[in-house]
């Protein structure tokens, strides 16, 4: 009886071991079949349901690749797939062969010939089909069931791993899709363009353009809510790692005691709770940007660490001994003065100079002659979308309105007006087609302060200035003023400020301007400023 040597065992293994892939590893599989059985043909199948697929063989016409074969079409099959051993067909067996025609050294139907199948079993799950035939009849029969048992095991394992490979890279390739897919969402749900000519935007988009394809490390600067995260997914966009992830974190939000592990990951059992191993957002964002926003906030233990990791482009897992190397560019955020916040010893002074390798600052709405007109157009069409209002235009008035004021909150102020304005609108006008924004739907200042989540109406907290003729006059600014009416211009406009920041609570508004609230109230009482809350 023929043996399988232990000597072609341990070279098929060590064969496989080195294979560099799928293909090249079902080649070294038959080639070893074929030194231990003298056969003319060998074909390697995989088996899905009912169905066979050749997927490696040896003695066979090439096009046999491109087959399917229907199990309950094939007999000789259809009987492998149900066995759990090896099967030996009859030389002279009346079964009609699946190979008929197909053998390399016999093109018509094959004669009185051996043909033998070994069903490939992994964990009793039926993975395909290694067939061996030979033109010589009875070849088969002095085979040793030991070898013809090796060879399935090995055929078996061989099959899953590359099942397995297979399927962790399709998953690797779905995971990459899907971040760059989402990478994309973001950047359309923002709109993606910053949108405004003035002069400082036209030299702020000059900048983005000119350093977006560097890997520099960028700070970007300015007021709230004056478009800081928008300039960075600008920046990422224009870079060559745009279909790379850009991964988001707000240090702000970061619990003190978890933003080594957030930022870096940790492996598992690297504190209690770390029940496995977990990547952190530098690893998340290899390859791509890692914005980190808010980062006047980062404690001071923590920025030691991001100041080692963007020195040396590695990162240390909680809980692991070697470092990892990391690819990813950084852009950070912040809407304070990072310089004032180095004096007062609130941020390391080397990290701060590592991350102004390249500051932009973002201009306030304020400065931005002609903007508003732009911004509120803008606004305006995305809010008739997503309302679904058929046209939605605004007045001259209102728009002369919108741009009489100051906006404290910057481009996101004038969205949620804009927003707001739009819903108000078209609750005065019910049956119009065409909706319009007139300045009693904007208020004088309008902000959207609270919604709440476990409510199904979302609750909006509004601060409106008065806007009686007297008032509205007043806050346009009428060129010659008194001193008087210029200290009370200037009191209602710090006051509405303030009040806007501190969601319409008059008692943190007080403190916050050193007055007794009580003072505050009559203050603004003379000064027409109400808070007003409104449920949309
Ligand atoms: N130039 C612009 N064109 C279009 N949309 C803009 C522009 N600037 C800002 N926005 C929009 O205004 C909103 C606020 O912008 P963003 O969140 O980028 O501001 P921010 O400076 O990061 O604010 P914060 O300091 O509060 O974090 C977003 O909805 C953004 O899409
Ligand atoms: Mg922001």
Redesign the pocket.
């Known amino acids: 009886m023929s043996q399988i040597s232990s000597t072609a065992i341990i070279e098929l293994a060590l064969d496989l071991a080195s294979s560099l892939n799928s293909t090249d590893r079902f080649d070294r599989l038959l080639d070893t079949v074929r030194k231990t059985i003298v056969c003319d043909a060998v074909a390697l199948l995989s088996f899905h349901g009912d169905i066979l697929k050749p997927i490696a063989l040896q003695g066979l016409s090439r096009d046999t690749l491109g087959r399917r074969f229907y199990v309950n079409e094939h007999p000789r099959f259809a009987a492998l797939c149900q066995s759990k051993h090896p099967i030996r067909f009859a030389a002279d067996s009346p079964l009609p062969d699946p190979y008929d025609g197909l053998l390399i050294d016999r093109s018509d139907d094959l004669p009185v010939h051996s043909c033998m199948g070994l069903p490939l079993y992994y964990d009793d799950k039926l993975l395909g089909l290694l067939t061996v035939d030979s033109l010589t009849p009875h070849v088969f029969e002095d085979i040793a069931e030991r070898t013809l048992a090796v060879i399935s095991a090995i055929a078996a394992a061989t099959l899953n791993t590359a099942f397995l490979i297979d399927q962790l890279e399709s998953q690797a390739d779905h995971s990459q899709r899907v971040v760059a897919e989402l990478t994309e969402a973001a950047w359309k749900r923002d709109g993606g363009e910053l949108i405004g000519n003035s002069l400082v935007m036209e030299q702020l988009k000059q900048e983005v353009a000119i350093v977006a394809p560097s890997d520099f490390t960028i700070l970007i600067y300015g007021e709230t809510g004056v478009g ?2 928008l300039v960075a997914r600008t920046l990422h966009q224009k870079s060559s790692r745009q279909h790379g992830p850009m991964v988001y974190v707000n240090c702000a939000a970061l619990p003190e005691n978890l933003i080594e592990s957030e930022l870096f990951g940790h492996v598992k059992g690297a504190f209690t709770g770390a029940d496995k191993t977990r990547a952190g957002k530098f690893s998340l964002a290899d390859g791509g940007t890692l914005f980190l ?2 980062i006047g906030e980062l404690p001071l233990a923590a920025q030691s660490k991001i100041l080692r990791a963007i020195q040396n482009n590695e990162i240390q897992p909680v809980g692991q001994d070697q470092v990892e190397q990391v690819n990813v560019r950084i852009i950070v ?1 912040t809407n304070r003065q990072l310089k004032d916040e180095v004096a007062k010893g609130n941020f390391r002074a080397d990290l701060y100079h590592r991350l102004s390798v390249y500051p932009i600052h973002v201009p306030n709405l304020q400065a931005r002659a002609g903007d508003v007109q732009l911004l509120s157009g803008y606004f305006i069409e995305l809010t008739r979308r997503k309302l679904g209002i058929n046209q939605l235009k605004i007045s001259a008035a209102a728009l002369e309105h919108l741009e009489q004021y100051n906006w404290p909150g910057n481009v996101r102020e004038l969205e949620h007006v804009v927003s707001r304005a739009a819903l108000k609108a078209r609750a005065r006008q019910p049956d119009s087609s065409i909706i319009a924004i007139e300045p009693q739907d904007c208020g004088s200042l309008a902000k959207l302060i609270n919604s709440d989540k476990t409510n199904s109406m979302s609750l909006v907290a509004g601060l409106y200035a008065d806007s009686t003729p007297q008032a509205s006059q007043e806050a346009v600014g009428v060129t010659c003023l008194n001193l008087r009416e210029e200290t009370e211009q200037f009191q209602r406009q710090l006051i509405i400020q303030v009040l806007t920041e501190e969601a319409g609570n008059w008692s943190a508004a007080a403190r916050r301007l050193s007055v007794d609230r009580a003072n505050l109230n009559r203050i603004a009482k003379r000064l027409n400023i109400k808070v007003v809350k409104a449920v949309v």
């Open positions: 800081k995260e926003d808010e955020a």
